[in-house]
């Protein structure tokens, strides 16, 4: 009876020795598995927590309202591709670059990862880069509103033709990237000093008018040229031409070209761009009456070959 009961108390030692000794030896392998495995992986095997990217964005050189907009597109095309490209961390600069060879340098010399200006920029024509050839604005940029002074409203309503505008002198300041493409069209281009001489120097008669696009002349004129004094906006003539912008990225991040890609992809197929679009610039296009403008039409010889056929959009609603 003895050796019977100890026989059972070793049987169930051995049965519970045993036991401890799989379920150890389970909870084990899960602990190396949970470690050896990527970090929070989702449903399709991606790992969610990927290396943050700082992403190095030049926003100078170019108007309040521009950077604004940029910046917003920028950001929005980063969350889009978030899941599939990880975090990303925005580093904002908005230095400015006035000498021409300095903002070609941007990427080369300056270590920045994408800005945003108009495909075919002259000044970085001779510059390794990578153009996303998918436009930004619609092709607002290209729509001009025209700055002259208030003496001169007379004049400008009688203008109907090209050759009428041509008779006139057209204030640019100096190395701004559309004073080729009006020279290309037969304009009288007065190409000098900065952005912040501009209005005194139309003012003070050294040329005839002076451009913006659409999306910007408001605030161009309300910050800038309302303060000079004698000038108004034009309200009756919009010349056009083709001046799409787009993000340039430097040559050697081609893994962030292929998500900005993306990203534009995707905010441009489900209503993103769109609603950030009408949400900056809905109102300058009722306000400005661009549908009602006489329009004078140039040609960009500027274009990009992936870009030559480009329609804007814009006032297609």
């Given at each position: 009876?003895?050796?019977q009961?100890?026989?059972?108390?070793?049987?169930?030692?051995?049965?519970?020795?045993i036991?401890?000794?799989?379920?150890?030896?389970?909870?084990?392998?899960?602990?190396y598995?949970?470690?050896?495995?990527?970090?929070?992986?989702?449903?399709n095997?991606?790992?969610?927590?990927?290396?943050?990217?700082?992403?190095?964005?030049?926003?100078?050189?170019?108007?309040?309202s521009?950077?604004?907009?940029?910046?917003?597109?920028l950001?929005?095309?980063?969350?889009?591709?978030?899941?599939?490209h990880?975090?990303?961390?925005?580093?904002?600069?908005?230095?400015?670059?006035?000498?021409?060879?300095?903002?070609?340098s941007v990427?080369?010399?300056?270590?920045?990862?994408?800005?945003?200006?108009?495909?075919?920029?002259?000044k970085?024509?001779?510059?390794?880069?990578?153009?996303?050839?998918?436009?930004?604005?619609?092709?607002?940029?290209?729509?001009?509103?025209?700055?002259?002074?208030?003496s001169?409203?007379?004049?400008?309503?009688?203008i109907?033709?090209?050759?009428?505008?041509?008779?006139?002198?057209?204030?640019?300041?100096?190395?701004?990237?559309?004073?080729?493409?009006?020279?290309?069209?037969?304009?009288?281009?007065?190409?000098?000093?900065?952005?912040?001489?501009?209005?005194?120097?139309?003012?003070?008669?050294?040329?005839d008018?002076?451009?913006?696009?659409?999306?910007?002349?408001?605030?161009?004129?309300n910050?800038?040229?309302?303060?000079v004094?004698q000038?108004a906006?034009?309200s009756?003539?919009?010349?056009?031409?083709?001046?799409?912008?787009?993000?340039?990225?430097?040559?050697?991040?081609?893994?962030?070209?292929?998500?900005?890609?993306?990203g534009?992809?995707?905010?441009?197929?489900?209503?993103?761009?769109?609603?950030?679009f009408?949400?900056?610039?809905?109102?300058?296009?009722?306000?400005?009456?661009?549908?009602q403008?006489?329009?004078?039409?140039?040609?960009?010889?500027?274009?990009?070959?992936?870009?030559?056929?480009?329609?804007?959009s814009?006032?297609?609603?």
């Open positions: 009876m003895y050796q009961s100890a026989l059972i108390f070793f049987s169930r030692k051995l049965f519970l020795g036991k401890l000794f799989i379920v150890t030896a389970i909870l084990s392998v899960s602990c598995s949970a470690a050896a495995a990527p970090a929070d992986t989702n449903s095997g991606t790992n969610s927590k990927k290396i943050i990217a700082d992403v190095k964005f030049w926003n100078a050189n170019k108007t309040t521009r950077q604004i907009y940029e910046l917003a597109v950001k929005a095309t980063l969350d889009a591709t978030q899941a599939t990880g975090k990303w961390k925005l580093i904002e600069d908005k230095t400015d670059y006035p000498a021409a060879e300095d903002e070609a990427f080369r010399n300056k270590g920045f990862d994408i800005f945003a200006t108009v495909a075919g920029n002259t970085l024509a001779n510059e390794k880069k990578i153009i996303i050839p998918i436009p930004l604005m619609k092709g607002l940029l290209g729509y001009r509103i025209l700055i002259i002074r208030e001169d409203r007379e004049k400008f309503a009688g109907t033709t090209a050759e009428q505008l041509q008779a006139l002198r057209l204030g640019i300041p100096n190395t701004w990237a559309d004073a080729g493409l009006f020279r290309h069209n037969g304009y009288p281009v007065v190409e000098k000093g900065s952005f912040d001489e501009l209005f005194t120097r139309l003012r003070d008669k050294e040329f008018y002076v451009s913006f696009g659409a999306n910007e002349v408001d605030g161009v004129f910050e800038r040229a309302k303060a004094g000038l906006m034009e009756s003539l919009l010349v056009y031409y083709p001046f799409p912008l787009v993000f340039y990225v430097n040559p050697a991040n081609p893994a962030l070209a292929e998500r900005i890609t993306s534009l992809k995707i905010i441009g197929s489900n209503g993103v761009l769109d609603a950030l009408k949400q900056h610039y809905g109102k300058f296009i009722d306000n400005l009456k661009l549908k403008r006489h329009v004078i039409a140039l040609k960009n010889p500027m274009l990009p070959i992936e870009m030559a056929d480009f329609k804007p814009v006032l297609m609603d």
